[in-house]
């Protein structure tokens, strides 16, 4: 059970600007082959934002361009005003959780957890007061924390890879498909827990995802790419508030507005 929040600051931003503002922002890998071209997009402080697209349609490659990972190759790409990569070396606390946990084998949980700190050089006292809020936050417990990823279920990693980017406070968390490996039966419950933890910390998401009620249920808006080179063709508004319990995926305006996702995501790939 998630019980206590890491941080109930707001974003360093100023509310009526956007944290994430992109202009015909264009990615190339090689020389005349766009992954992604002319997407015009832009993020407000404190705002979810689901993105989803075609297989290939380079919704990654938006969102590593985003963490400052890759630099775009044509128009313009800024977080809080700045450029990605110098957004994310000052101002900006960017944290970004992959596909797979990534978790160090060596390490326990919570010194997996502990990492980023320890880059930040932060003092040890603040690093261990950290990492118990943060494993509260995520519903593991100190024994769990002493554990080793092979000792772990596919859920738990997950929850540790979360821990250890939220344990730096964010002001923007970028997602790229976390849950895609799980059931559906988890998957469901760690999209509630994230909707939880959000509207208590109140950071910036963007969130990378194939699954469109994932999509529906975790987000205030849903950008959609075309197929590759991607741009982004909608943005549709999710209208159910801040509060998304579990019976919201049984009722008849939540199936709808899957519908109408699930049509724009076929229009999109054509």
């Avoid at 997009?41 to 990972?69: D, H, M, N, Y």
């Avoid at 000792?151 to 540790?160: A, E, I, T, W």
């Amino acid at each position: 059970m998630i019980a206590s929040s890491l941080s109930n600051q707001p974003p360093e931003n100023r509310a009526n600007e956007p944290l994430i503002d992109a202009k015909s922002v264009g990615v190339e890998y090689a020389k005349g082959k766009p992954a992604v071209a002319n997407a015009t997009f832009s993020i407000s402080p404190q705002e979810f934002v689901a993105l989803v697209g075609p297989s290939g349609c380079g919704k990654s490659t938006v969102l590593r361009a985003v963490a400052g990972l890759i630099e775009s190759t044509s128009g313009e790409l800024t977080i809080g005003g700045q450029l990605p990569a110098e957004a994310r070396r000052r101002s900006q606390r960017v944290a970004f959780v992959f596909q797979d946990p990534t978790l160090l084998p060596w390490r326990s949980v919570a010194d997996n957890i502990r990492l980023p700190l320890e880059l930040q050089g932060m003092p040890r006292a603040s690093q261990d007061e950290a990492i118990a809020k943060s494993l509260q936050l995520i519903g593991l417990s100190t024994e769990d924390a002493k554990k080793r990823p092979k000792k772990l279920s596919g859920g738990m990693r997950m929850r540790v890879s979360l821990a250890r980017a939220l344990v730096t406070d964010p002001t923007l968390l970028l997602l790229d498909e976390p849950f895609a490996a799980l059931d559906d039966v988890l998957r469901q419950q760690l999209n509630e827990e994230l909707v939880h933890i959000w509207r208590l910390n109140r950071w910036t998401a963007l969130f990378v995802t194939h699954n469109v009620s994932e999509a529906v249920f975790l987000s205030q808006r849903i950008l959609i790419m075309s197929k590759r080179p991607g741009t982004i063709v909608a943005d549709i508004s999710i209208p159910f508030g801040e509060s998304r319990e579990p019976e919201l995926r049984a009722t008849a305006e939540f199936a709808q507005l899957c519908g109408v996702v699930s049509q724009k995501l076929r229009d999109a790939a054509r």
